[in-house]
């Protein structure tokens, strides 16, 4: 089956540094890929879709200079935290899809901001 | 616009005992309906879709779902429930089966030994 590689798993970082989340779809070509965020014991919050090729959309309330997203090839699409600071800590999920199968999901990173 | 009601943030049910989690759902055009399950600090896994086939919709895991545009629910079963069943389950829509997920709240189920 579809399988998205999401990386890393888990980092900590400083506050004021950048952090950048990669996600994968490993036998698949993904067209839109999706970013989540989830708060903990809450639900997932999309973030932004973003189409290869092309600039993400954002969702309302998401600051798009701060949630940097990249979506250069079919296979990969890149979540850059720029400027991170202790309210960024969170758990953050990708999300592929080929537009006719569904969608495959990545297994998060789980950031921490120090 | 779609969205969908996860009712009960918590549920507990007894190993062997039938698994009921409630999902209500609202959208402007035909859904598309998924169900999630998620284990902690762990990605989303795929439970079971209704893609406008079958009402009655068979997942992995034992689990089912049942279509009922009437009710506008789609309810999660599993007549015995297994202590790996024990997790986050996320009830959630699309349009059209490849726009942006709606996610619902999510329902914790524990399963009582």
């Known amino acids: 089956g579809a399988v998205v590689s999401q990386h890393p798993s888990r980092v900590i970082c400083k506050s004021g540094t950048s952090v950048k989340i990669e996600c994968r779809s490993l036998?698949?070509?993904?067209?839109?890929m999706f970013w989540y965020r989830q708060f903990p014991k809450q639900s997932l919050m999309l973030m932004a879709t973003?189409?290869?090729?092309?600039?993400?959309?954002?969702e309302q309330g998401v600051e798009k200079d701060k949630f940097l997203i990249n979506h250069a090839s079919l296979t990969l699409s890149t979540l850059t935290v720029t400027s991170a600071h202790p309210e960024d800590s969170s758990f953050y999920i990708c999300?592929?899809?080929?537009?006719?199968?569904?969608?495959?999901f990545g297994s998060g990173t789980r950031l921490t901001v120090v | 616009a779609q969205s969908v009601t996860q009712l009960g943030s918590h549920v507990s049910v007894s190993e062997g005992a039938l698994v009921l989690l409630r999902c209500n759902y609202s959208?402007?055009?035909?859904?598309?309906l998924f169900w999630y399950v998620q284990y902690p600090n762990q990605g989303l896994q795929l439970l079971l879709k209704?893609?406008?086939?079958?009402?009655l919709v068979k997942g992995i895991n034992g689990f089912e779902a049942e279509f009922k545009k009437s009710e506008t629910s789609f309810h999660l079963t599993k007549p015995s429930a297994h202590m790996s069943d024990a997790a986050e389950y996320f009830c959630?829509?699309?349009?059209?089966?490849?726009?942006?997920?709606?996610f619902g709240t999510g329902t914790r189920l524990t399963i009582i030994p």
């Open positions: 959630a829509v699309s349009a059209f089966g490849n726009e942006k997920l709606t």
């Open positions: 209704y893609t406008s086939a079958a009402t």
């Open positions: 999300s592929a899809t080929t537009g006719t199968d569904g969608y495959t």
């Open positions: 973003s189409n290869e090729g092309s600039k993400a959309t954002y």
């Open positions: 959208s402007s055009v035909p859904p598309y």
């Open positions: 036998d698949f070509q993904a067209t839109t």
